[in-house]
């Protein structure tokens, strides 16, 4: 494939020539009105070769770059003791043979990065989460087996079993020096065969409590500085409120087995899955609501441009709902993609920000696919405006105003816009885009103006007097 990229500096290339505020075409911001601190941006160590790269330092994906440049503050990372699937050639990571043992050698590649990550920020977070191997996610030890004891473990997890292996995890981590700040007990329920239903997770939780006292009472009379006492995420399932799993935990009254509310949300499913989201949202009430396995697609026949529509707008349900906290499944930094580039750009204007209002001439705050798509974030006296427009329409004398104060200094602007959509059918090789940077028209002291292209992702800064 042929990629035609001009990156850098492309000064005034998209500013409109046409100056005053009385367009048609804008969108309002109101700085005082805010809401929700994102406080939660973690890189994911699960991801496809991320525990490698920043174990072995490349270049891009390096300890340094990441939770200093980029500044993530915490991990997500891997609880193994996987089986060989049955039915593809992924072999398992069995490092929990048994009750109390842990096979260290599937850990060397986490433990490295995370003393990495450790040694450029000693006060990031770090959740460990279940990984998955498909219906061979967990140990044949952890599960219960049928009762005419032929050994096929399809009764899911025994709650008591399954808290030994993570009390074990969190002991062989904390003898690294590696701490467990965030746990989580299941992974996208959905494909695995640990059955961990509301029932189920409640009994896990009050054997994991018991098991981790009992363990630091041991620590304790030997001397030992204690575990640390994780805060407890769930459900974390494929969608949110699969089988009414909210609904149920909170009619056994088990709220009080999760500390933070986690789920994924996957971008495709957008239009079925918000109210679903919403409901479990307000079931979860003041807890801490964090959207923990953020995707943007890479389908090989799908258009790279059109797949952020959905990546992005999945970002903004989430954050327009009040969750504060987001991980990347396969966060990508690369200066030469459109997708490495745009994801890196949003995810380091995260932490730290609130959302404030926006309204615009297409509607206000609602993502459609196919419209102008507005919003904007807020810390200390910076404010980060976004415009995604991935329809076919330009607006050339786009104006960007404060509903009240005023702007100090020029804003800028970074823009990446669709020039050859044929092309763009196989986002893994890259698409056909151009990426222009600039300084919008200056038109008041609170209103600025530039030029939003079809099929385009703008993202303008700009600072309050």
């Not at 330009?394 to 105003?401: G, L, R």
Request: glycine share 8%; hydrophobic share 35%; charged share 25%.
């Amino acid at each position: 494939m042929i990629r035609i990229l001009f990156a850098g500096l492309v000064t005034g290339l998209l500013v409109s020539a046409a100056y005053g505020n009385g367009s048609d075409k804008y969108a309002t911001i109101y700085p005082d009105e805010q809401g929700q601190v994102i406080d939660t941006v973690f890189f994911d160590l699960k991801s496809p070769y991320a525990a490698k790269q920043v174990a072995e330092g490349d270049p891009l994906y390096n300890a340094h770059t990441l939770f200093a440049d980029d500044g993530f503050n915490g991990i997500r990372t891997s609880i193994y003791g996987t089986r060989d699937h049955p039915r593809k050639p992924r072999p398992g990571k069995p490092a929990h043979p048994a009750p109390g043992e842990v096979d260290g050698k599937y850990y060397e590649q986490e433990v490295t990065a995370l003393k990495n990550a450790l040694a450029v920020n000693p006060d990031l977070k770090i959740f460990a989460s279940k990984k998955l191997n498909g219906p061979a996610s967990f140990p044949l030890w952890t599960l219960k087996t049928d009762s005419d004891g032929d050994g096929v473990a399809d009764r899911g997890v025994d709650p008591r079993k399954y808290a030994i292996l993570l009390v074990d995890y969190i002991e062989y981590m904390f003898g690294h020096g590696i701490p467990t700040h965030f746990l989580g007990l299941d992974n996208e329920y959905f494909f695995n065969e640990g059955r961990i239903n509301p029932k189920v997770h409640v009994r896990i939780v009050k054997a994991f409590r018991e098991e981790l006292k009992r363990r630091n009472k041991v620590r304790s009379k030997g001397g030992e500085e204690s575990l640390p006492v994780p805060l407890l995420i769930g459900p974390e399932d494929y969608y949110p409120n699969s089988n009414g799993w909210m609904d149920k935990l909170m009619e056994r009254k088990g709220g009080h087995s999760m500390d933070i509310y986690g789920t994924h949300y996957y971008p495709e499913d957008r239009d079925s899955h918000l109210k679903l989201l919403e409901h479990d949202l307000a079931l979860a009430g003041e807890r801490p609501k964090w959207h923990t396995e953020l995707h943007w697609n890479t389908r090989p026949n799908a258009d790279d441009f059109d797949e952020s529509e959905d990546a992005i707008g999945s970002l903004w349900d989430c954050i327009d709902l009040g969750m504060t906290g987001f991980i990347w499944w396969h966060y990508q930094r690369e200066f030469d993609s459109f997708r490495g580039d745009v994801m890196r750009e949003i995810t380091t204007h995260l932490l730290g920000y609130s959302p404030v209002k926006v309204t615009d001439f297409d509607g206000e705050e609602i993502l459609t696919n196919g419209k102008l798509h507005t919003r904007a974030l807020r810390k200390g006296n910076t404010i980060r405006f976004y415009a995604l427009n991935m329809s076919e329409l330009e607006h050339d004398a786009f104006t960007i105003s404060l509903a009240n104060g005023s702007l100090r200094g020029d804003a800028y602007f970074d823009q990446w816009v669709d020039i050859d959509p044929a092309l763009n059918n196989k986002p893994l090789e890259g698409t056909s885009y151009v990426k222009a940077s600039g300084i919008p028209a200056r038109i008041s002291s609170s209103d600025i103006e530039l030029k939003i292209p079809a099929r385009s992702v703008t993202m303008v800064t700009l600072v309050l007097d």
